[in-house]
């Protein structure tokens, strides 16, 4: 089991930054592939970013350029850096731990962070 605790949301301008951070209790954390969504109002769930076992990383093509995903193993935490933002960011951010074995595939999300960009 893996709980996932993101911190890091508000309020901020157009333009601005945010550091989105993932706190992660349990084993296994180097072995899991660690995502972030958002999902705003009325829409669906979105990939905004992962980063996989060996730093590989993955940006949705609205984020590239201006978001960085990264990983601390040694902290069990996961890191997302959101600089240039826009309104159309608004979302709540949440956070994915997944990995598979042999016999199964777990998949744990956090609870979800407020990120509101407003001038």
Known sequence: QVQLVESGGGLVQPGGSLRLSCAASGRFFSLYTMGWYRQAPGKERELVASI????????????????????????????????????????????????????QIYDYWGQGTQVTVSS
């Open 52 to 103: 996989t076992i060996g730093a590989s990383t993955n940006y949705a093509d609205s984020v590239k350029g201006r978001f960085t995903v990264s990983r601390d193993n040694a902290k069990n935490t996961v890191y997302l850096q959101m600089n240039s933002l826009k309104p159309e960011d608004t979302a709540v951010y949440y956070c994915n731990a997944k990995r598979r074995d042999l016999v």
